[in-house]
């Protein structure tokens, strides 16, 4: 049962209409470098739109959703009420104040940096004082998610932790210690340079302290994709999931080996010593193992729910499936976009490989491919499960809803597919401008302008999916009972204590970072040599 | 209580396997990012020592001559006050005497040397800096700004930007702004001149151009593409000069000198 409706459905509305608006940031800076549109004359207006696009769907967005969706497991997966409600609708205000707060000075141009920040360039303070407060806001919900775990297990000694709130609770956690690196990199190095208290910064320690957060906070967006994967999807789909141990294993996993491997984003720095990109490119591959291990209890519990409705044969199963249901639709164009970009991410993780694609536009390719397409589709999924349980309304035509869907998945693969191609023949990243007249780029003009179709098609896509939503808000009044999570072919009756609890893990997770960026983060802090002038954005 | 007893004890064991899992995967990788991978690299003459600090990313010190060549010293985002008391700009007004034999009595050259009438406080501060630093050298003004102090440059920056800037005579109006302006050349790596100096956006330490001398302007982008000047902040003009090719930097230098007006303030 869910008592705190409105603090979830508060999360997600602010969430999706900041979505929306990012969405049409992204489409128009698809549209303006491609060769449809003529040169804007103005890179600056496009590295603005670009930012906050940026903050938007990397820092609000998905931190939104993952805390809504916290909130609902927690009140549904232990069956208790959300203990420190009046904090979580604190973090939910200051995440809100600090999404504003930072995209006042990025709309008037005076933080066109970056939602990743590239230092030296240097925006206006409250940009980076917004981020913070929704750093700050998302570390209060980090706190009830452990403190509410911790209420259910004093009352509920020796039993097992239910597999939705223990993968949350990874997942918070897993947050909590990725955000430290940007939280360092701001508070240390940016924020007092951007105050005028300094003017040299250390780019190279900037990047390294960045590099902590910037993988890992992809698995971040991803744990609610991965939870809807083990706990809703057999459900929903009427099957049971194959193994709830092999779910904790997963998350885990996850929290161990997702953060300590960063530094694959930064093959190309010279800041960093070749022995340490390859620890880190090591532990990278290691990362698809959780990933393998879902794919492969997911699809077994997918093919229970087949047989369960009387499929047959090796293969026959697959038409015994419910089709119709909108979440069988989205986990299946959520896994084809997983293959693709998980393979695609096997080049970007491999020291060698990533030479040929590093900063072109291959990553920004594979990265809307993995977030964009098959995290943000299971966002679809779980905000279509849960919307009747929060607003006590159905939710109207499973049609539109399957028309949605199609249309996220066709237009993430038309965008990314060519945007990879493109990334393979040379074109760089972060450009604002291309001269398709020129010899050289003329072979990329026809992806570019297809993938810019790709991005309007998503446009629509988004904007149906929040329609529906609204719509849901003023449906029919229906009672959809209590919301469940799936349950195990094999309920587990007793969990060895290290799949129950965290503190192992935790305690591997800041292990492998002492040793795999202790010596980097400590050299570059430790020399006098390693600052350069700040390159300040927006200002004369 | 026998429960309990089972628990812990598999707990253990999750530990020990946990703990040592890591340990070899880490070691395994260690030992091939450091030891093996850099040593089959075989660098001659390379001790093994030596290799493992190389792969850990250790600077090793460079052999080349790095004496002379200097940065500028400036950190321009505080160097000079946004509103400069009000007798500064008088001190500047009588210093900037010994200056208008080039740079004009009211900021405006008529010898070929930047007008500096209402040009930003953080620029004219900044080069004075960087010529009485010796990061940046002329024959002409490296005498004057040796003996400057701190506030007299400060002063002086104050002084030529409150004054007026006014329309120049000189200027050619109609002149098209040419792509480098515009667009710069993206695939050389060159931003737009606008992009920093105005027209797009201004940049912090960057100069207005427009209505300054053509031999001027074209006299330092050369200086810039040949390294003779190099007090830019990160290589950055350097960087856009060196790629120009000759006819950019004269169409540049034309379209600047051409601007009848000084930006508006």
Known sequence: MLHSRKLILAHFWLAFIAFGAALLLGAWQMFVRSPLSGWISNPEWYYRSLTAHGTVMGYVFPTLVAMGFGYAITESSLKQNLIGRRWAWAGFLLILMGSVVAMVPVSMGLASVLYTFYPPMIGNPLYYIGVVLVVVGSWIWVGLMSINLRIWKKAHPGEAVPLAMFANVAGSYLWAWTAVGAALELLLQIIPVSLGLKSTIDAGLARVFFSWTLHAIVYFWLMPTYIAYYTIVPRAIGGRLYSDTMGRISFILFLVVAMPIGIHHAFADPQVGAGFKFIHSAFTALVALPTLLTVFTICASVEIAARLRGGRGPFGWVTALPWKNPIMLAVAFSFVMLGFGGAGGLINMSYQLDTTIHNTQWITGHFHLIFGGAIVIMYFAIAYDLWPHLTGRSLGSEWLMRTQLWLWFIGMIITTFPWHYVGILGMPRRMAFFDYTSPALQPEALSVAISAFGGFILVISGFLFLAILYRGQFGERNEPGSYSFAQALHMPQKVPAALNGYALWVALMIGLTVTNYGYPILQLALRNDTSVPAVYVGVQ | ?265
């Open chain 2, 1 to 265: 209580m026998e429960e309990e007893t089972e628990l812990a004890s598999s707990n253990k064991s999750w530990v020990v396997s946990a703990v040592g899992i890591t340990l070899v995967l880490f070691a395994v990788s260690a030992l091939l990012g450091f030891i093996i991978f850099p040593a089959a690299e075989g660098r001659e003459s390379e001790s093994l020592w030596a290799s493992i600090c190389r792969a850990a990313g250790l600077p090793v010190s460079s052999t080349v001559n790095t004496e002379g060549i200097q940065g500028t010293k400036v950190a321009i985002a505080n160097a000079v006050p946004s509103i400069p008391p009000g007798e500064s700009i008088g001190r500047g007004a009588t210093l900037a005497q010994q200056c208008a034999i080039c740079h004009g009595p009211t900021g405006v050259s008529r010898a070929d040397a930047p007008n500096l009438a209402g040009q930003y406080p953080t620029v004219t501060y900044k080069q004075l800096r960087d010529f009485k630093d010796h990061v940046r050298v002329s024959a002409v003004m490296s005498p004057f700004a040796e003996h400057l102090t701190e506030e007299n440059i400060q002063d002086l920056a104050a002084y030529y930007a409150s004054l007026q800037r006014i329309e120049l005579k000189t200027a050619k109006p109609g002149v098209a702004a040419p792509t480098i302006v515009v667009s710069g050349a993206p695939l050389r790596g060159i931003a737009p001149c606008g992009s920093c100096h105005g027209a797009i956006e201004n940049k912090l330490g960057s100069p207005w151009l427009e209505g300054q001398s053509v031999v001027y302007l074209r006299n330092q982008l050369e200086a810039f593409a040949q390294g003779s000047r190099r007090n830019d902040v990160n290589e950055q003009m350097r960087n856009v000069a060196r790629a120009m090719t000759q006819e950019e930097i004269e169409a540049a230098a034309q379209y600047y000198a051409s601007k009848p007006h000084p930006p508006e303030i």
